[in-house]
């Protein structure tokens, strides 16, 4: 959207600088006609010039978007939380944030890179491993160390 709004605006300013340029240099009475009558020079309209009032306001995807930057942003807390303070809470919550945040990012990947006929299956089998990562982190933070003290034994491992 911020490509064709771009897009939109460089075409009209360069079509308005084009026709200003050429309608007043004198030097060039064979391009005035071309110009004024031309109908190659078409006007863009982007995409927020066509919504309608009710779609502004709330677009089909915002809630989706929203969603994922919520995700994101209790990420970038509850990372370094995990490091400070390692508890139960922590360790919940990530186990509760990772799994859709990796869900969404496969899912773009998948959407985007893979052949159409492929997409389904492949989108099906990433619900899958979401959600059952969800249910091995809560199960690994019930009944084992939790994922903040397990990463801090993996750190705290000696190579051989």
């Known amino acids: 959207m911020a490509a064709r709004l771009c897009l939109g605006i460089?075409?009209?300013s360069r079509t308005c600088v084009l026709q200003?340029?050429?309608?007043r240099n004198p030097a060039l009475p064979k391009i005035r006609p071309a110009i004024l009558g031309a109908s190659n020079i078409k006007q863009l309209q982007t995409s927020s010039l066509t919504l309608d009032k009710s779609e502004k306001k709330n677009p089909p995807a915002s809630g989706h978007w929203k969603t994922e930057r919520i995700v994101s942003v209790a990420l970038l807390a509850a990372l370094p939380a995990g490091y400070l303070y390692p508890g139960h809470i922590v360790d919940y919550s990530l186990a509760i944030l990772i799994p859709p945040h990796v869900y969404w990012g496969f899912h773009a990947i998948v959407g985007d890179y893979?052949?159409?006929s492929?997409?389904?299956v492949t989108q099906g089998a990433v619900a899958i491993v979401s959600v059952m990562t969800c249910i091995g982190l809560l199960y690994f933070n019930y009944s084992d160390v939790g994922i903040c003290k397990a990463v801090a034994m993996l750190w705290q491992m000696k190579t051989s």
Request: net charge positive; glycine share 8%.
């Open 114 to 116: 893979l052949p159409k």
């Open 10 to 12: 460089a075409t009209i």
């Open 118 to 120: 492929l997409v389904g």
């Open 20 to 23: 200003s340029t050429i309608l």
